[in-house]
T-cell receptor
Framework: GAVVSQHPSRVICKSGTSVKIECRSL??????MFWYRQFPKKSLMLMAT?????????EQGVEKDKFLINHASLTLSTLTVTSAHPEDSSFYIC???????????????FGAGTRLSVL | GDSVTQMEGPVTLSEEACLTI???????????LFWYVQYPGEGLQLLLK?????DKGSNKGFEATYRKETTSFHLEKGSVQVSDSAVYFC???????????FGAGTRLFVKA
């Protein structure tokens, strides 16, 4: 089955630093990737949708200057949390969707998530 | 807009009990419906899906039937195991597959 690798799985950083999270589709080309944020015991909140080679589309209320998303290739998207603060501490999950044959088009394949703790 | 509503948890069951987690949706057109499972500390995994009315998705003993007349997609399992303890998310994807909307999630605890 399709595999999405997300790295790192856990990161602890000081307030004011920037953190980069990588999301890679290992065995398929991900034309679209999604970044979610999950608060404790809550559902997933879609932050942004990115398509390879174009700017990400952010959901209302998500600061694009704070959460920088780059989808430079068909297998890699990155989320950078800039000048992180304690309120940015959360579980961030990426997912990837393929438009190519061989994989169901409407299925999102999820990474294992990154737990960010900002001190 | 489109939305998904699922029963609040947590749901606590004994091993081998029957499970039903209710899920209803509102959507225009003909969405695809999904159940995802999240084990502690992990991302989401697709459990099952249905893409049109009356389809039944099934996997690992779990089943859900796409009921357009009642706009429901309830998750069922006849005999749960301790290893089924997780959070279950009902979700829908619009016709174009551009966006997936998740329910709030239902936490299941299964006791031995």
């Amino acid at each position: 089955g399709a595999v999405v690798s997300q790295h790192p799985s856990r990161v602890i950083c000081k307030s004011g630093t920037s953190v980069k999270i990588e999301c890679r589709s290992l065995d398929f080309q991900a034309t679209t990737m999604f970044w979610y944020r999950q608060f404790p015991k809550k559902s997933l909140m879609l932050m942004a949708t990115s398509n390879e080679g174009s700017k990400a589309t952010y959901e209302q209320g998500v600061e694009k200057d704070k959460f920088l998303i780059n989808h430079a290739s068909l297998t890699l998207s990155t989320l950078t949390v800039t000048s992180a603060h304690p309120e940015d501490s959360s579980f961030y999950i990426c997912s990837a969707r393929s438009a190519t044959s061989g994989l169901a088009k409407n299925i999102q394949y999820f990474g294992a998530g990154t737990r960010l703790s900002v001190l | 807009g489109d939305s998904v509503t699922q029963m609040e948890g947590p749901v606590t069951l004994s091993e081998e009990a029957c499970l039903t987690i209710n899920c209803t949706y509102t959507a225009t057109g003909y969405p695809s419906l999904f159940w995802y499972v999240q084990y502690p500390g992990e991302g989401l995994q697709l459990l099952l899906k249905a893409t049109k009315a009356d389809d039944k998705g099934s996997n690992k003993g779990f089943e859900a039937t796409y009921r357009k007349e009642t706009t429901s997609f309830h998750l069922e399992k006849g005999s749960v195991q301790v290893s089924d303890s997780a959070v279950y998310f009902c979700a829908l994807s619009d016709q174009g597959g551009f966006k997936t909307i998740f329910g709030a999630g239902t936490r299941l605890f299964v006791k031995a």
